[in-house]
């Protein structure tokens, strides 16, 4: 299929915005709204699809904004509803396609919902649109750890599968699904291009609310053998995209729904988009898989199988802002488990090593067909901020741990734009609500443009031939799959990622348009570098 006539989002490439960490307008520290309408052009010159907003909506902010407290609103911190449309209609001028976060799963505390429940009291309508128990009915663990059950003063016990301050809501409720119908229609009538949905896999818990036995990793297999958590891929969370997809498919112009599903196996996650529900899934088991050949074919293989079985494409991505960047990750020895957040006093990633295998990585990611989602920095080479002070962290995961698990905010530090500006160009003043690392001014963009392999324009020539050669819409042969070299045909390119320390061949007759890194003195792939040729 040619590239112009299918939808966008089979073959879009889509990169995150984290609003309080990208462009911060007006000099408090915190990226917002106008901040990121200034800053659009950059998206056009990295040659982007679309963008995807994390939450700016009213809220306490404490899981930076995924605890909403006003699903039609505009925190102030952000900017105002009038600089969402300002921002939306800037976007369109351009080009780009904006999608929205949702976040169903669970409100803020300091919902008017919440607070009605609360002062209503046990066995109220109010209370029926959350969960609310006379006693704690399981020991489900909160994913930010500790208990999952928090008692209210009258000594009713609520459900929160995140932090405290994130009631999770009733989706048996119909008002629960009445509203979150509206609140699609809100920003659709706005003219949002999309949704990306907050934990759509957590809505549905099953009935009985039974215990279950960990520990459970965030990304598990259930199979025959290891039975599905109660808490998580309910089958019932299917029909609430359905009713999902029936409003998005009434506007014009492929609105999309995407799903932020940890699920496992990809077949299990290929239901999510089946044709009446949601248009993509993150493939998380590709962004946590090791950097060897074989873990590397296993996952596309499957998970191209999976997508194709349901006739949809798949979504590939390796970093957002829930995880270690993979510039960082990558610079682990391959088969570490994906840590959450780096600190100080932990083993450090090698960053050369580490940057090396992200350029690899990323154009390897974008030479496959199907949507890829890029974040913030990541087109920099940003590497995680491993040294955020203690004192300094905000992720909810570092608290609710009591320090275990260092959190996201080394992936949250926000980007830098010019080396040589105040908060390196994130703002008009050297506020930032974390601190900058004084190797940012090396990543800055006006460092990197217009330098002849620089990882910013790696990003950008690997987006431009990607499209010329309309990469997204095209098919994967394979050509060679060794313990140590992957190799596949997409359409006119041949791409190869050589893994294995002998330096890897290009097939003769073959130009090269792109690659990683420098090839050796004789033409070939040197270790963990990524070639397109045609
Ligand atoms: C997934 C979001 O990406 C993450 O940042 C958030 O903490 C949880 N969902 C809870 O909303």
């Excluded at 990121?36 to 010159?45: A, C, G, P, Q």
């Excluded at 899934?281 to 050949?293: H, R, T």
């Excluded at 609710?400 to 994130?426: H, I, L, M, N, Q």
């Excluded at 348009?513 to 963990?528: C, I, R």
């Amino acid at each position: 299929m040619p590239e112009q006539s299918a939808p966008w989002w089979r073959h879009a490439v889509i990169y995150q915005v984290y609003p309080r960490s990208w462009a911060d307008s007006n000099g408090d520290g915190v990226g917002d709204l106008p901040g990121i309408t200034s800053r659009l052009d950059h998206l056009v010159e990295l040659g982007v699809d679309a963008l995807w907003l994390s939450p700016f909506y009213p809220s306490p902010q404490a899981d930076a904004g995924y605890d909403v407290s006003d699903y039609r609103g505009v925190d102030p911190i952000f900017g105002s509803l009038e600089d969402a449309d300002k921002l939306l209609a800037a976007a369109r001028e351009r080009g780009l396609r904006v999608i929205v976060d949702l976040v169903p799963n669970h409100t803020s505390s300091e919902h008017p919902w919440f607070r009605a429940a609360l002062a209503a009291g046990p066995g109220s309508p109010e209370r029926a649109r959350y969960i609310f128990r006379p006693e704690k009915p399981n020991n489900w663990k909160s994913t930010f750890g500790g208990p999952a059950w928090t008692q209210v003063a009258d000594g009713e016990w609520y459900l929160h599968l995140f932090d405290a301050a994130q009631p999770d809501l009733n989706w048996d409720h119909p008002e629960v699904r009445a509203e979150f119908l509206d609140v699609l229609r809100f920003w659709l009538d706005r003219g949002v291009d999309g949704f990306r949905v907050d934990v759509a896999h957590g809505l549905i818990k099953q009935a009985d609310l039974a215990d279950w036995h960990y520990p459970a990793e965030l990304l598990f297999a259930a199979d025959a053998d290891h039975p599905r958590p109660p808490m998580w891929d309910q089958d019932g969370v299917h029909e609430i995209y359905r009713d999902w997809r029936q409003v998005t498919d009434e506007y014009p112009g492929e609105r999309v729904l995407v799903a932020e599903a940890w699920v496992e196996p990809a077949e299990r996650l290929a239901a999510y988009v089946r044709p009446d529900e949601m248009h993509q899934a993150f493939n998380f088991e590709y962004l946590e898989a090791s950097w060897s050949a074989g873990a590397q074919y296993s996952v596309i293989t499957r998970s191209l199988a999976a997508n194709a079985a349901v006739g949809a494409p798949t979504t590939w991505v390796l970093s957002n802002h829930d995880v270690v960047r993979h510039a960082s990750r990558l610079g682990l020895p391959v088969g570490t488990p994906r840590p959450q957040g780096i600190g100080p006093d932990d083993p450090q990633p090698d960053a050369v090593l580490g940057l090396r295998r992200a350029r690899a990585a990323t154009l390897l990611m974008l030479a496959l067909p199907g949507s890829a989602y890029l974040y913030q920095g990541e087109e920099l080479g940003l590497p995680e901020d491993t040294a955020v002070p203690d004192e300094a962290r905000q992720d909810p995961l570092f608290f609710r741990t009591g320090g275990e698990s260092k959190g996201r905010d080394g992936c949250r530090v926000p980007v830098p734009w010019e080396a040589d500006a105040p908060s390196y160009g994130f703002g008009p003043t050297d506020a930032s609500w974390l601190p900058q690392p004084a190797i940012w001014a090396e990543y800055a963009v006006d460092r990197q443009r217009g330098v002849p392999g620089s990882t910013y324009e790696l990003y950008r020539a690997a987006l431009r031939l990607r499209a010329q050669h309309a990469l997204g819409t095209g098919a994967l042969g394979w050509e060679t799959h060794t313990d140590d070299v992957l190799a596949f045909r997409n359409g006119d390119v041949y791409v190869l990622t050589n893994f294995g320390p002998d330096p890897a061949p290009v097939p003769a007759g073959l130009t090269v348009l792109l690659s990683s890194e420098p090839l050796t003195e004789s033409g070939k792939v040197p270790q963990d570098v990524t070639v397109w040729a045609a």
